[in-house]
């Protein structure tokens, strides 16, 4: 259909132009980084090559979390933690914590013992670092020195860094894809809107109409104005066809929402080149405002998510 076709369109000139290629990549790093990294620390269980299962902490989901100077609602953090030490038989030794400063402005590493950490549960299974140190500690605490030998590349401020550069890199990659995919595909979609519509076109018995046909249909108004894509039909008790969802709004299928409506609101016309032409009665306004498709409500009560014309 025709979201298929621009989406298509957007990729092939993305590919064309060349820009996108160092940056496409940083947005998918930037991506793949924000979901690796949850918003608590988390205990699982593992295996080794020991027959017995054990459970643990990543080392690296510790990175940048907060410490906390209680457990209570009223706790306070001081810090985030920057590095992990380890000992030569694998005990975590200490922990580099940030404080002070804004953002990683500022701020002075503090070597922080291990034992002076512990772990509260939270919600979900989450784990919160607490620590019973006081600011006044950390403020008189000498601070840590990385040796000049030893890289810093995984430590927080030089991560910090490097996801500014992807965040522009993104901004830029986001300005490239709109001035050379997005709004041209924008204009030919409208061009294409506007050729259907003003087409000659037959009246169709709504009811002949397959489901495979249905699915991916453009969505008119009564005017040359595209809404939407049905995405499903949904079958009545009675094996008769009693709404379809339309998404809504977005542009090449993303921000899209799903609105169901009546199926007996619907209109269909066939156009000159055999294309299927649905109209609904409804304004762009009435289906962005409509109630959003969920499976389960529409499953306990179909009156009250169907929208009807």
Excluded at 56 to 76: C, P, T, W, Y
Excluded at 88 to 94: E, M, N, Y
Excluded at 108 to 120: E, G, I, N, Q, T
Excluded at 194 to 203: D, F, L, P, V, Y
Aim: hydrophobic letters at 40%; a negative charge.
């Amino acid at each position: 259909m025709i979201r298929t076709l621009l989406t298509t369109t957007a990729v092939a000139t993305m590919i064309a132009t060349g820009a996108l290629a160092d940056s496409s990549s940083a947005t998918k790093v930037e991506t793949e980084a924000a979901t690796a990294m949850p918003d608590g620390v988390y205990e699982f269980e593992f295996h080794t090559l020991s027959p017995d299962a054990t459970s643990g902490i990543l080392a690296s989901n510790l990175i940048g979390k907060a410490v906390m100077n209680g457990d209570n609602d009223q706790a306070e953090a001081i810090g985030d933690i920057n590095d992990v030490i380890i000992t030569r038989d694998g005990g975590v030794r200490a922990v580099i914590v940030g404080v002070g400063g804004f953002l990683g402005i500022g701020e002075k590493d503090v070597a922080l013992d291990m034992s002076r950490l512990s772990f509260m549960t939270k919600g979900d299974d989450r784990l919160e670092i607490v620590s019973d140190v006081s600011r006044d500690e950390l403020d008189q605490a000498n601070a840590f020195k990385r040796p000049d030998y030893i890289p810093d590349w995984m430590n927080a401020e030089t991560v910090r860094e490097e996801m500014d550069k992807i965040s522009e890199s993104a901004r830029t990659t986001y300005e490239v894809v709109r001035e050379e995919a997005i709004a041209p595909a924008k204009k030919g979609l409208d061009e294409t809107v506007s050729s259907a519509w003003t087409a000659e076109k037959t009246r169709v018995n709504a009811r002949t109409v397959s489901t495979e046909a249905l699915i991916g249909a453009e969505v008119y108004t009564g005017k040359d104005r595209n809404i939407g894509e049905v995405s499903q039909v949904l079958i009545g008790e009675d094996g008769k066809a009693e709404a379809v969802v339309i998404d809504v709004g977005g542009f090449l299928g993303f921000g899209e929402k799903p609105v169901a409506v009546s199926f007996d609101s619907l209109k269909m016309f066939e156009s000159g080149n055999g294309a299927l032409i649905v109209t609904a009665p409804f304004s762009k306004e009435q289906l962005e405002n409509a109630k959003t498709f969920e499976p389960a409500e529409y499953k306990e009560s179909p009156e009250s998510v169907i929208l009807k014309g």
